[in-house]
């Protein structure tokens, strides 16, 4: 089945050209277009994407309300938020907000349906040495965290713990379970656990919470 995709911009060339090179791909559908993000929270519970291409600055509602608003309906569509600078102090806001990660606009064509089909799978898309930068420069921008992260830590076995940190490096599931020498469905497993215990919505939460916990610090 193809990957259905939502593509969210003001700019009617950004909604067009994303939408030509996405169709071009075989396992790719783009099944609509929204201005704003008033409009990407009315789509997104009409056609039901499995990805949602998200830009950040927008008239009505924002590409970060946006985003906090379909996570909060608990839609299965993933947020890849599309950003003109890799260090836009709001990039860190829409992660918490529920994003699974975040694309420059001038990705090539590869790189963007790449960044489609890596984050329908559920994985985050966010390079390890981006993830500390944004970390680094942004935390102190935003809200303190929904609760104190020290509490929720211990939770947490050993080893979930140590997974934790891992996904927060940037670690695959397959990566993961390599390193510590188990098998890759008991990583998964631990994943879950781990997800269902601090409430949060995917690998790129938890990297964010691991940031903010201090169970990794940046480089």
Avoid: C, W
Wanted: proline share 3%; net charge negative; charged share 25%.
């Amino acid at each position: 089945m193809s990957i259905r995709v939502l593509i969210v911009d003001d700019q009617i060339m950004v909604r067009e050209g994303f939408s030509v090179l996405l169709n071009a791909m075989p396992d790719i559908e783009v099944v609509g277009e929204a201005v704003n993000g008033r409009e990407a929270v009315a789509k997104v519970a009409e056609l039901a994407p499995d990805v949602v291409l998200m830009d950040i600055r927008m008239p009505e509602l924002n590409g970060i309300e946006a985003t906090r608003e379909i996570v909060a309906t608990d839609s299965a569509a993933k947020v890849l938020v599309l950003t003109t600078f890799d260090l836009d102090e709001y990039v860190y806001q829409a992660l918490r907000a529920g994003a699974s990660g975040f694309l420059l606009k001038d990705a090539s064509a590869r790189q963007l349906a790449e960044g489609v089909r890596v984050v329908a799978a559920g994985e985050a898309l966010l390079a390890p040495t981006v993830t500390r930068r944004l970390i680094t420069e942004f935390s102190k921008l935003t809200e303190e965290p929904r609760v104190s992260p020290l509490t929720q830590v211990a939770d947490l076995t050993e080893r979930e713990t140590e997974v934790l940190v891992l996904i927060a490096k940037g670690f695959s599931n397959a990566e993961i379970a390599s390193h510590l020498v188990v098998a890759e469905s008991t990583i998964k497993t631990h994943v879950s656990r781990v997800l269902v215990k601090l409430g949060l919505r995917d690998r790129t939460q938890a990297a964010v919470f691991a940031y903010e916990a201090r169970l990794v610090t940046p480089a």
